[in-house]
Structures are given as structure tokens and as C-alpha cells.
């Protein structure tokens, strides 16, 4: 299996990393290995936390299920269910900006109704 070099930029520290990945290997997984902590939660793809954005490169990430398609075509990425499929640079995303992308278009649009008739509520 072949290894890639993934170039990480780490907005919330300042810091940049570069990593060795192989190509079978979750990244989350392989960064965590080699002594680099980055924003984690559910290890299982079901949320934002360890969400990134793609620069450059490619990668594979079937079971995102916490990252709308949109997002994913959009070059979002969540490491933690990631695999390389090039040498990437990628960028860190603050977990509230990529939850609002995902989800802000049902939020903040009033009192969430219940169904029935607003004199029954």
C-alpha cells in the first residue's frame, strides 16, 4: 500500500504539521500515531469535530456520515474516517462553522413548531 505525505495546517493552533499516511490507514489514526493531536469526538464519522478542509489532493472518506454529500463535494473531510488517496494538503475547520454549513439552514428560524394548530401549541 502506498504512503502519502499529507501537509496538515492547523488554524486553531497556528502550527503546521506534515505526516506520513499510508493509504490503508485512517488519517486520524496515523496523525495520532506519530505524536500530533488534533480536534477529535466520536472516531466514527458522526460528527464535526475533526473536520477539515481539503486544499489539495484526494481522499476517501465512505463512511462520513456526519458530512453531507454537498459538503464532501464542497472539499470538506473528516479525518477520523479518511483514508489518503494522494499526498494532501489540508486545513483544520472550526467544528462550528462546518456544523452551521451542515445544519444553519434549519436553525435559527424561529420556534420550532410543533404540528399542531398555534392555539393548541
Known sequence: MPTFTLDIR?????????IQVPGDR??????????????FACRNGACTTCAVRVLSGELSQPE?????????KQGYAL????????D??????DEDEVYELQ???????????????????
Open 10 to 18: 492547523d488554524r486553531q493552533r497556528g502550527q503546521q504539521y506534515q
Open 26 to 39: 485512517y488519517i486520524l489514526a496515523s496523525v495520532e500515531d506519530q505524536g500530533t493531536h488534533l480536534p
Open 64 to 72: 462520513a456520515m456526519g458530512l453531507s454529500l454537498e459538503l464532501q
Open 79 to 86: 479525518l477520523c474516517v479518511s483514508y489518503p488517496r494522494s
Open 88 to 93: 494532501l494538503i489540508l486545513e483544520t475547520q
Open 103 to 121: 445544519f444553519g439552514q434549519y436553525f435559527g428560524k424561529g420556534k420550532v413548531r410543533s404540528g399542531l394548530p398555534l392555539d393548541e401549541e
